[in-house]
Every structure is written in structure tokens, then in C-alpha cells.
């Protein structure tokens, strides 16, 4: 099956500076990249997901970039800001069979 | 409002006693899902159905059991709960058919005693 890891597990930057998060897979196959930010006590939203037949996306702050021949995406996060603080989970999967494989998480934490 | 549910929100029982959580979505999605979320683990998949009277095992089943009698519902059951099954459990759905964004409930702490 498909086994992804995602790195750093803990991540802390100072407000205005960028995030960076790190993931990587291990099934050629998966196709579907989401990530979800997960606030204390809340359930997992998605803020931003790829295709494998796009190389980066863009939604404001947000970006996440794929790379298909290493197998690793990452999501950035530009001119943080202190309710960006969450935990986030990268997810690989195939379209047809919708099943995800979660990363472990990482916990950002924006000082103000 | 369409939304996703989960019942009950907390609970707490003993080992060995049969437990089941409630989800129920009213997107009339095909695809349903049970995770359960431990420190250093994320989010790792129990059960998954993708329509009525279909179920599928998932990476850490062993313990939990499914049924999907109609669209709405995924109710999971713990047939004898043991303490290595305390953690929070997530359910979530998608509708398929290509779009594959997965929506979660809030969420149900279990403390196994």
C-alpha cells in the first residue's frame, strides 16, 4: 500500500515569515494530493489539494507543488499569520479508488 | 444545511464492552470513512464503503466492524473495546465520481477504561 511521510513534525516561525511543509509517497500511482489544517479540537478542512497533472497551485498564501519523478509535495505558506497555528496532514490517493493515506501531521506555530 | 454528524461526541466505556459511534451525512455521498487519530499517527483508516451494502477493511481494522444499510449512515462498532482503542474517531464522506475532496465530522473522543 502506499506509505507517506511528511516532515518537520513541528515547525515554529515568527509571524510575516514563510512555512514550509514537506511530504513524500511512495505508490507512482497516487494522483490526488489534498491538504488539511486541523485546529485544536476541530475536525480536519481542507484548505488546497493537486492533481498529478499540475506542477503548483496557488490559492492566496497558500501553495502547494508537486513533483511527480521524486514522489514529494510540499505546502507553502506566505507571510504567516498567528491563525495559521494548526496541525497540518498531507494525503496522497488514486482517483478511483478515493481512499487517502495521511501523513503524520505537522504542528505550525506562528509567534506573534 | 447538508452536513456531516457524528454521535456520540464523548464517550467514555469499559474493556470488553461492545461500543458503536453514529455518523450520519445528508450530501448523499457514496463514499464514507472511519479514521481514528493518535498522537504521531495522523489520521489512519479503519473502515471505508463506497455505497449501500458495500464495506472495505482499511489499514487498522482489527476490532471494528461496519455496515452500510442506506446512504446516510456508517454507524462503527467496536465489538469488545480494548484501551488500545481510546482516540478520537473521524468520520468523513466524499461523493465520488471524481471529485474526491473528503468532508469530516466533528469528531468522537472514546475512552476505553
Known amino acids: 500500500g502506499e506509505n507517506v511521510e511528511q516532515h518537520p513534525s513541528t515547525l515554529s516561525v515568527q509571524e510575516g515569515d514563510s512555512a514550509v511543509i514537506k511530504c513524500t509517497y511512495s505508490?507512482?500511482?497516487?494522483?490526488?494530493f489534498p491538504w488539511y489544517k486541523q485546529e485544536l479540537g476541530k475536525r480536519p478542512q481542507l484548505i488546497i489539494d493537486?492533481?498529478?497533472?499540475?506542477g503548483e497551485k496557488k490559492d492566496q498564501r497558500i501553495a502547494v507543488t508537486l513533483n511527480k519523478t521524486a514522489k514529494h509535495f510540499s505546502l507553502h505558506i506566505t507571510e504567516t499569520q498567528p491563525e495559521d497555528s494548526a496541525v497540518y496532514f498531507c494525503?496522497?490517493?488514486?482517483?478511483?479508488?478515493?481512499?487517502?493515506?495521511f501523513g503524520s501531521g505537522t504542528k505550525l506555530n506562528v509567534k506573534p | 444545511d447538508a452536513e456531516i454528524t457524528q454521535s456520540p461526541r464523548h464517550k467514555i466505556t469499559e474493556t470488553g464492552r461492545q461500543v458503536t459511534l453514529a455518523c450520519h451525512q445528508t450530501?448523499?455521498?457514496?463514499?464514507m470513512f472511519w479514521y481514528r487519530q493518535d498522537l504521531g499517527h495522523g489520521l489512519r483508516l479503519i473502515h471505508y464503503?463506497?455505497?449501500?451494502?458495500?464495506?472495505n477493511k482499511g489499514e487498522v481494522s482489527d476490532g471494528y466492524s461496519v455496515s452500510r444499510s442506506n446512504t446516510e449512515d456508517l454507524p462503527l462498532t467496536l465489538e469488545s473495546a480494548a484501551s488500545s482503542q481510546t482516540s478520537v474517531y473521524f468520520c468523513?464522506?466524499?461523493?465520488?465520481?471524481?471529485?474526491?475532496?473528503?468532508?469530516f465530522g466533528p469528531g468522537t473522543r472514546l475512552l476505553v477504561l
Open positions: 493537486i492533481r498529478s497533472n499540475v
Open positions: 468523513a464522506s466524499s461523493s465520488g465520481a471524481r471529485k474526491e475532496t473528503q468532508y
Open positions: 505508490d507512482s500511482a497516487s494522483n490526488y
Open positions: 450530501w448523499n455521498h457514496n463514499n
Open positions: 494525503a496522497a490517493s488514486k482517483y478511483n479508488f478515493n481512499k487517502f493515506y
Open positions: 464503503s463506497y455505497g449501500v451494502q458495500d464495506t
